[in-house]
Structure formats: C-alpha cells, structure tokens
T-cell receptor, first 112, second 113 residues
Framework: GENVEQHPSTLSVQEGDSAVIKCTYS??????FPWYKQELGKGPQLIID?????GEKKDQRIAVTLNKTAKHFSLHITETQPEDSAVYFC???????????FGTGTSLTVIP | NAGVTQTPKFQVLKTGQSMTLQCAQD?????MYWYRQDPGMGLRLIYY???????DKGEVPNGYNVSRLNKREFSLRLESAAPSQTSVYFC????????????FGPGTRLTVL
C-alpha cells in the first residue's frame, strides 16, 4: 500500500516567518493530496488540497506544491501567526478510493 | 448543523471490557470512516462504510467491529478491549466516494488499563 513520510516532526518559527512542511509518497497512483490542521483536543480540519493535475495551489497565506516526478508535496505557510500553531498532517489517496494514508504529523509552534 | 459528533469524549476501560463508540453526522454524507490516532503514527483507517448497509475493513481492523445503523450513524465496537487499543479515535464522513474532502469529528480518547 501507500507510504507517506512527513518531515519535520516538529518546527518552531518566529511570528512573521515562513514555515515549510514536506511529505513524500510511494504510490504513483495517488492523485489527491490534502493537508489537515489539528488543534489541541480537536479533530483534523482540511486547510488545503491539491490534485495531481495541478502543480501548485494557493489560498491566502497557505500554498501547496506537488512534484509528481519526485513524489513529494509541500505545505508553505507565509507570514506565520500564533494561531497557526497546531499539528499539521499530509495525506495521499487515489481520489475516488476509500483509503487516505496520513503522514505522522508536524507540530508547528509560532513564537510571538 | 453540528457536522460530525462523537460520544463519549473520554473513556477508561479495563482489559477485557467492551464498549461502543458512537458517531453521527448531519451533512447527509454517504461515506463514513473510523480512524485511530497514535503518537508518531498519524491517522490509520480502522473501518469504513461507503454507503448505508455496507462496511469494509481498513488498515487496522483487528479487534474492532462496526455497524452502519442508518445514513447518519456509524458505530465502532470493541468487544474485548486490550491495552494496545489505547488511542484517540476519530470518526469522519464525506459526501460520496468521488468527493474528496473528509470532515472529522472531535475524537474520543480511550484508555485501556
């Protein structure tokens, strides 16, 4: 099955700086890559996603890039704010399939 | 519109006890999922239900059973709890198999002593 690796496991940045989280996947059939944000005591919430026919997608301060050849995708958060502090998960799936394979998470801390 | 709700929020069991985790969604979604979340291991799929009346195993189904009671409700049962089942359990739903976004509930933190 699919194997998703996520790095780093922890990340601390100063407020206003950028944060980058990277994931790699193993199954070339995967074609949908969502990113979730999980705040303490809550369930994961989708923040952005990308499909394999797109190389980059941006939503305000958040962007995701996908390199299908290298089988990796990244989350970029610019102008970080304290409220961005959370655990972020990447995932991969085959879109219409049932299984989402999740990375192990990145704990992001934004220092005011 | 409450989204996905789960009960209970916390539970402590002794080894060998049984319990059922409840999940309900009010978004008229067809597909529902149960995941477990363990430190350093991300989210792993236990069981899912593509539609009312169907259930299928995910990545880690051993020790669990599920029931899709109706379109809204999807329960997860531990027949004989083991310490290895100590985890945080999340229920999720999405509209159809071809629709990608999953919506998660707030989770149930289960400890098995």
């Amino acid at each position: 099955g699919e194997n998703v690796e996520q790095h780093p496991s922890t990340l601390s940045v100063q407020e206003g700086d950028s944060a980058v989280i990277k994931c790699t996947y193993s199954d070339s059939a995967s074609n949908y890559f969502p990113w979730y944000k999980q705040e303490l005591g809550k369930g994961p919430q989708l923040i952005i996603d990308i499909r394999s026919n797109v190389g980059e997608k941006k939503d305000q301060r958040i962007a995701v890039t996908l390199n299908k050849t290298a089988k990796h995708f990244s989350l970029h958060i610019t102008e970080t704010q304290p409220e961005d502090s959370a655990v972020y998960f990447c995932a991969a799936s085959q879109g219409t399939g049932n299984q989402f394979y999740f990375g192990t998470g990145t704990s992001l801390t934004v220092i005011p | 519109n409450a989204g996905v709700t789960q009960t209970p929020k916390f539970q402590v069991l002794k080894t060998g006890q049984s319990m059922t985790l409840q999940c309900a969604q009010d978004m008229n979604h067809n597909s529902m999922y149960w995941y477990r979340q363990d430190p350093g291991m991300g989210l792993r799929l236990i069981y899912y239900s593509a539609s009312e009346g169907t259930t299928d195993k995910g990545e880690v189904p051993n020790g669990y059973n599920v029931s899709r009671l109706n379109k809204r409700e999807f329960s997860l049962r531990l027949e004989s709890a083991a310490p290895s089942q100590t985890s945080v359990y999340f229920c999720a739903s999405r509209k159809t198999l071809s629709t990608d976004t999953q919506y998660f509930g707030p989770g149930t933190r289960l400890t098995v002593l």
